[in-house]
């Protein structure tokens, strides 16, 4: 009776302190060792949950419900294999800067080591992908409940802190894991002065790395004589920090290269050079573009050309700045690595730019501006043409198609590339999110799920086949949402066909072409999605539409040819090069 009734208290305190921290989703895939947990989540009105059958998919949930947020959701799980089901999102919140808080139900520590049924070494099982990790004890009525507050309070700080991340909460449960029904009626309770108040036990004062007025001002002077730079805005947070991105191109004068996960390369500034990709794959347009100086704001940026274009120019200064300390220098160039909030960053040297102005050439930056519209415009003229249904005009009609007020999530592989270079420049400016921190195709459709809940409105979805069948499951996570779901069908792994191991016909379908031979329509029903399967732009266009405007899923499916796609990327990227020549 004391170990149940000690086990209520422990996951009521976690779970009420967890709130109070600002956790706003708790994601739950059923399990005998987290009942306590769960007992504590159905008893608290104010806590939300989604529950799933599959860990995977859960722990991809709390990692999409934080990407619309910037608050963490809470993962809660059995003990065994389970645990071990959230490391590939684990592995994408820590290379993206993500906060979860894991919460990992452990046998006691009396059956470690000594062949006990679902029990496995819990603890450490996620290495250094979490920010932070404790194994708490496995729970005691004389033990103070004020340690198990400042410890949850110290897991939510240090998942959302610079930078920002997983945790691990490791609990150990002994059996009986909760009282019997009517057995102990007396409400679950905490310290005093923890009862009187609405807020946690501690309070954690988190700032962001401030901005070094000394170095904006040293900066300003490697940075001001500079005629042909470059500003990249990669990977960021919220629309924002683009637009202060943005602002701060404007202010040096220089060109802005927005990455389609900056949140500005949709409905981002028309000055900005939305097609820098297609531009890049003209080699004539490279040799006479080589920047003096780049600033690169935000994480890694999407393009492969672009970053090669960078490590083959050398240009110094090339700075970095991020919200984190870690290094983004995969062509050993970046001079200055600087790490600091990101809008007070962009602030800081747009006003002293604005005070003691650049010596930027503006032939350079409307040169850029002026291929960039160019290249816009052939590809209007070239998609204009085409009734069939190909990858890169699905991912422009999305683009020019999803309203505002409505959210964007992209999986991995061809459709964060085709949108990243043809997404129309004068769409909505909607959120978009992706998985590119480690790029897995992995729990795509679950990140959506997640990203849904969070976002509280529409939801478009971009994926490829093999990254819907990796994930097939979590569509049962889409019921109720107003999530549209465009699958992109080439029978296979679209993006090999890209790489030199294409040219290996002996091997390379079955083992890289990987075609499965399936369609999604039972898929839809089984899952309780609409279904469309559109042959030509208008006809997806109507479905996209119709799909918008329901309250619930839809799942449209686009069946493209692998080979083919391949010849429409030459043509496309053909057209742009001839189009940006001069005469």
Request: hydrophobic share 40%; net charge negative.
């Amino acid at each position: 009776m004391e170990t149940a009734r000690a086990n209520r208290l422990w996951a009521y305190l976690i779970v009420e302190e967890l709130l109070r921290c600002g956790v706003g989703l708790f994601c739950v895939a059923p399990g005998s060792r987290s009942t306590p947990l769960v007992a504590a989540l159905a008893a608290n009105e104010r806590a939300e949950s989604l529950v799933h059958f599959d860990e995977r998919g859960t722990a991809f949930a709390a990692l999409g419900y934080a990407r619309a947020t910037g608050r963490p959701a809470a993962w809660i799980t059995t003990s065994g294999t389970a645990v071990a089901n959230g490391l590939p999102a684990v592995v994408e919140a820590a290379t993206d800067g993500v906060p979860m808080i894991l919460l990992t139900a452990d046998r006691p520590p009396e059956l470690r080591q000594t062949g006990a049924n679902q029990t496995i070494d819990q603890p450490d099982i996620f290495g250094d992908f979490v920010r932070w990790r404790f194994d708490l004890p496995a729970p005691g009525l004389d033990v103070d409940p004020a340690s198990v507050l400042t410890t949850v309070d110290q897991a939510a700080y240090r998942a959302l802190r610079a930078p920002s991340g997983p945790v691990h909460l490791n609990l150990m449960f002994r059996e009986p894991l909760i009282p019997d029904p009517g057995e102990d009626e007396e409400p679950p309770s905490g310290p005093d002065r923890w009862r009187e108040k609405d807020a946690p036990y501690t309070r954690y004062a988190a700032t962001k790395p401030a901005v070094d007025e000394a170095e904006i001002g040293s900066l300003w002077e490697e940075l001001r004589p500079v005629g042909r730079g470059l500003v990249i805005a990669g990977r960021l947070a919220s629309r924002k920090q683009g637009e202060a991105v943005e602002r701060l191109a404007l202010s040096l004068g220089w060109p802005l290269l927005p990455d389609v996960g900056s949140q500005v390369r949709l409905g981002g500034d028309r000055g900005s050079v939305a097609f820098y990709d297609a531009l890049l794959a003209d080699e004539s347009f490279v040799k006479d573009h080589g920047p003096e100086a780049v600033l690169h704001v935000g994480g890694r940026a999407l393009s492969k050309r672009l970053e090669g274009f960078v490590v083959r120019g050398r240009p110094d200064p090339y700075v970095v700045v991020r919200e984190n300390p870690f290094r983004l220098d995969p062509g050993h160039r970046v001079t200055h690595s600087v790490e600091s909030d990101v809008v007070g960053f962009c602030a800081a040297l747009s006003r002293v730019a604005d005070e003691n102005p650049s010596e930027a050439d503006p032939s350079w930056t409307d040169g850029w501006r002026a291929a960039s519209n160019a290249a816009g415009a052939v590809l209007d003229r070239m998609f204009a043409g085409r009734d069939g249904l190909d990858e890169p005009l699905v991912a422009r009609l999305v683009s020019r198609g999803i309203p505002e007020g409505h959210g964007l999530v992209v999986a991995s592989s061809m459709p964060v590339r085709d949108l990243d270079a043809y997404a129309a420049a004068d769409g909505a400016g909607v959120p978009v999110a992706a998985n590119r921190g480690a790029s897995g195709i992995d729990g795509t459709v679950a990140t959506t799920a997640g990203f849904a809940r969070g976002f509280g409105g529409p939801v478009t979805l971009l994926i490829g086949d093999l990254a819907l069948l990796h994930d097939l499951n979590s569509l049962a996570m889409l019921r109720g949402l107003p999530v549209t779901v465009v699958v992109l069908n080439n029978d296979g792994g679209g993006i090999f066909s890209f790489l030199p191991v294409s040219r290996h016909e002996n091997f390379f379908e079955p083992f890289f072409g990987t075609p499965q031979g399936v369609g999604f329509e039972s898929a839809a029903r089984m899952f309780g999605l609409d279904y469309e399967r559109p042959g030509t732009a208008e006809q997806f266009l109507s479905a996209y539409r119709a799909g918008r405007s329901g309250g619930g899923p839809v799942l449209i499916e686009v069946r493209t040819d692998r080979e083919g796609n391949v010849a429409v990327h030459r043509e496309l990227l053909g057209g742009v090069s001839a189009g940006i020549r001069p005469g």
